[in-house]
């Protein structure tokens, strides 16, 4: 893995989030940790299995998301820009527990664990109006097809690394 200073989290700070995601209309809560206008952005996600986000991409060559997994199992994937899954990394413990997603890249990511949290981060300044660009070939977060489409995503996260 590379050489990240990942957030050093008590159990009851984990458990709490975890409470707040479970609670949440998206199944997920993200913990800031950069103030508005750095340079390098990193937050701290809390996921249950059920959350969809759909897919997008970060415009901009130096959007290199980094993923590090803390707790859970999580498929990330890698799509064309057709929406059919190019390639798949599966974040477990003990085994790969960071990936990194060049700009430019259509990418999701599927809970396999009843919860998950991972560690991210991205250079670039936040802009929400050009910060990600969503895949028109996905539902939308919160869309009745959206369920539907994670777990087809899932159904395929299983298969291939079975």
Do not use: C
């Amino acid at each position: 893995m590379e050489d990240a200073h990942i957030p050093q989290l008590s159990r009851q700070e984990i458990d709490a989030f975890l409470s707040r995601a479970a609670s949440s209309p998206r199944r997920r809560v993200p913990k800031i940790l950069h103030e508005p206008g750095d340079v390098l952005n990193r937050v701290v996600n809390f996921m249950m299995q059920d959350s969809y986000m759909q897919p997008h991409l970060h415009p901009g060559e130096e959007k290199i998301e980094k993923i590090f997994l803390i707790e859970g199992r999580i498929a990330v994937l890698m799509f064309d820009d057709r929406g059919a899954v190019k390639d798949l990394v599966m974040l477990e413990d003990g085994k790969v527990e960071y990936v990194e997603i060049p700009a430019f890249t259509w990418h999701t990511y599927v809970m396999l664990s009843a919860h998950a949290v991972s560690y991210e981060t991205m250079m670039g300044r936040y802009e929400p109006e050009t910060w990600k660009e969503f895949a028109e070939w996905a539902p939308s977060e919160g869309s009745p097809e959206s369920v539907t489409y994670r777990d087809v995503l899932k159904a395929e996260a299983v298969k291939r690394v079975a």
